[in-house]
């Protein structure tokens, strides 16, 4: 990663960046994200634990007593505590969702699942190899820039940088996918972007990307637009 200067590619983002005109909380990719000819978005893999008996579960305990019974039902999954994938199986959105009764949003819903029984986990190292086949498929010979928009956040004292994909990758993974950051070869046709406390990505394209798109079945995504509402 390389530091880089250009007024040019830092005003082009930084005159589409506007959380001024944010209205009743409603953040819209046009707050965020220049001007494309499409833009759609990139899921967050996620696994289970199979058989866990979220039904058992208490999502609230007080007493004693539930404490206790989940406690007992966590020591029976040792995977919990560990810090790995390695027991977790990948499974579909719409499939997460069914399993309990949530009504199906591509994106607006994860916050009703029951993150709190430890049972479910978002699978960094299927993001990761998402991104990878993205990125290596569309990307040519144009240099590809990095701009981090809460540089602060993490002792950085520049924000725009030369880049390869294998860096990008290693800086998404180390922040934990909570960076601002956004990523764009030198013609400006692409840009993939990660927002804090967004939990997907953005890819936004123009039409003559488009035809390197044909790869996005092995990727679970979902449209966007302009005025897409987050």
């Not at 206790?68 to 039902?73: E, S």
């Not at 978002?122 to 540089?151: A, C, G, T």
Request: charged residues 30%; hydrophobic residues 40%.
């Amino acid at each position: 990663m390389l530091k880089t200067e250009s007024t040019e590619l830092i005003d082009w983002l930084e005159s589409a960046i506007d959380y001024s005109n944010i209205k009743s909380n409603s953040l819209r990719i046009s707050n965020f994200i220049p001007k494309f000819d499409h833009y759609i978005g990139i899921v967050w893999k996620v696994g289970v634990i199979k058989d866990f008996p979220f039904e058992e579960l208490i999502s609230n305990p007080v007493t004693v007593e539930e404490i206790n019974n989940n406690a007992k039902i966590w020591r029976s999954f040792p995977q919990i505590y560990e810090d790995s994938e390695n027991g977790f199986a990948e499974i579909d959105t719409k499939e997460l969702f069914k399993m309990f009764n949530i009504p199906y949003h591509e994106y607006k819903n994860d916050n009703k699942l029951p993150w709190n029984s430890r049972a479910i986990r978002v699978l960094e190292r299927k993001i990761i190899e998402n991104l990878s086949i993205l990125l290596n498929e569309i990307s040519d010979r144009n240099d590809l820039f990095l701009y981090w928009e809460d540089y602060y956040r993490f002792g950085i004292e520049d924000n725009l940088f030369k880049i390869t994909i294998e860096e990008f990758l290693t800086e998404l993974q180390q922040t934990g996918f909570d960076s601002s950051l956004y990523l764009f070869p030198e013609n400006k046709d692409w840009c993939l972007v990660n927002l804090e406390d967004l939990g997907f990505n953005i890819f936004a394209f123009n039409d003559n990307v488009k035809i390197k798109m044909k790869f996005l079945s092995e990727i679970e995504n979902f449209k966007l637009t302009y005025e897409s509402e987050l």
